[in-house]
């Protein structure tokens, strides 16, 4: 372990390893240590066994439950959305070879103690009774605008500055109701709270194109996500595999490691564990490396339930996403759902595995997912886990550290990616360009 | 009738040094797969085989056994493993047993096909592991039992899963036993499967 190196990652979550993967390829000498015997940290997913060891140390899981290797259960819940920056960054760095992805079956939303189906195209939208008949025409008018918007052509943008003009008053020119505009902030642009309608309407257009876009990305789409077979965990598994192809360096269970400072310029040099110091020009990782160069910034409540049905009025869906609207149940931010199976080898056959998690508002998180795991049925078995969400408190380049920031309560990656498209600003002063080739076609084209 | 190629995944072990790295060249760039499809840093080749209607994705280890640090992505979905171990060196052989745990261990596939590969058989003055052994472990643990070298380019594995379920056939073949490539193929059949 005591030699020189470029870059020493610490952690090895998903945002670690496309770090440490990207600067790979680019010929950096990477050393990526993690203090978990296991890959992913934050983004694991976990087997039955680990599952009790995190949640209930010293128990042992009832065999009810199934064989514990049949579970991948993720601690951070989220869908990719299909046409998103994530499935950009993995086609760009070729790594989809090693993942095997499916569509989530369908998008549900929770509507005045309903749970009604997202509608998946204009048609659907005329024949849902998420929106009253007049209602239907004007947010039909409204989804027009959004779908033609695009940012490079200014014909599209019909005498609108989107980059003025805020999302609560474009809301009220096409003279949408609140209902209307609950269902279109939270169900389409997938905002967690309305601090978005005071900001400029730009950034909740082009996220609700995104959501028809990501629908339009694969044919046979019922929903914008998708999912890989065996949970998240084998994202930050891929990027690692990918990392050590271009000469990265692994080394796993190293509980004690840490990061060593230059005692003048505070500069991190290295990290050191087991007696024996790895030196670099600047450190990567996760916030649980840096306790003193994080602050925390939210909290989030999570429940990981095992069901042994689908959720109910979601169609007998094999994986859904289940959004309750903060308006619907009372609350600031809101309250998400997901579910996945055995359809995508997370559970045991004939075993689903449903996540409720929501921003912390109040001193009793746990009761805050009341809503939430209401609508769910029957639940065999129930992990709730309260995590803070840290951020960094620089940038990195004064003292050599680039840490990421937590995985927020957000449904989706799309927010965790530009995270990491900014770190790689950061420590690289490039930007990574997505719309170039792929590595793979890169090097055929050298090969050639 | 227009058969579909089944993909079929292959997973290199063995420690570092035991010379898995030769044996996937051999395995790729050897007569049998002259045409190498693609490489990523010498760590993943596919190869399709039209006529056994196979395509099959060949995971080298990429350095990460090196310090016990392979994802359990690594063994994700393998048909079949070819494990390395280097006849000159007895810990490379206790090492090999070990790659056999853990592949049992991880791989949920019941017809797993496990080769165990004694390499560097031309160094017989300092051969440290008895074949007699390697055989009788391998039979053991039912394993197919190689022996390979740089001087004898053999031993190419081929694995086909059909499309009925998971029954494997296996074809192996060998210069150094006289089989040549024109011979019809010896079909193995899998232990317990």
Known sequence: MEEAYDAIVLGTGLKECIISGLLSVDGYKVLHIDRNNYYGGQSASLNLNQLFERFRPGQKPQTELGPSRDFNVDLVPKFIMANGNLVKVLIHTDVTKYLEFKAVDGSFVLNKNRVEKVPASDWEALKSPLLGLFEKRRAAKFLGYVQQYDPADPQTYKGQDLRRVTMAELYSQYGLDAMTVDFMGHALALHSDDSYMRRPALETVLKIKLYYDSMMRYEGLKSPYIYPLYGLGELPQAFARLSAVYGGTYMLAKADAEVVYDADSGRAMGVKSEGQTATAKFVVGDASYFPSKVQRTSRVVRALCVLSHPIPSTGDSHSVQLILPQKQVGRRSDIYVFCCSYSHHVAPKDKWLAFVSTTVETTDPTAELAAGLQLLGKIDEKFVEVVDVFEPLESGQRDGCFISRGYDATSHFETEIEDVLDMYLRITGKVLDLSSESLAKRQEAASA | ?193
């Open chain 2, 1 to 193: 009738m227009v058969e579909q190629v089944q993909q079929s995944k292959l997973v290199l072990l063995g420690e570092m040094g035991s010379g898995k790295t030769s044996l996937v060249q051999r395995f790729v760039r050897g007569q049998y797969f002259e045409n190498q499809e693609s490489t990523i840093g010498a760590s993943f080749f596919t190869k399709t085989i039209p006529e056994k209607h196979v395509k099959f994705e060949i995971w080298d280890t990429a350095g990460q056994e090196r310090y016990h640090s392979l994802a359990p992505m690594y063994y994700r979905g393998a048909a079949s493993a070819v494990v390395v171990f280097d006849t000159t060196l007895a810990s490379s052989f206790e090492r090999a047993k070990k790659w056999v745990h853990e592949l049992r261990q991880n791989v949920a596939n019941p017809d797993l096909i496990i080769a165990l590969v004694g390499n560097k058989v031309d160094l017989v003055d300092a051969r440290a592991v008895a074949e007699a052994d390697a055989r009788n472990y391998a039979a053991e643990t039912s394993l197919l039992y190689y022996e390979s070298s740089a001087k004898t380019n053999v031993n190419v594995v081929e694995v086909h899963a059909t499309r009925t379920g998971f029954r494997i056939s296996k074809v192996i073949r060998g210069e150094e036993k006289g089989i040549s490539r024109n011979l019809p193929r010896r079909t193995l059949q899998v232990p317990g499967g």
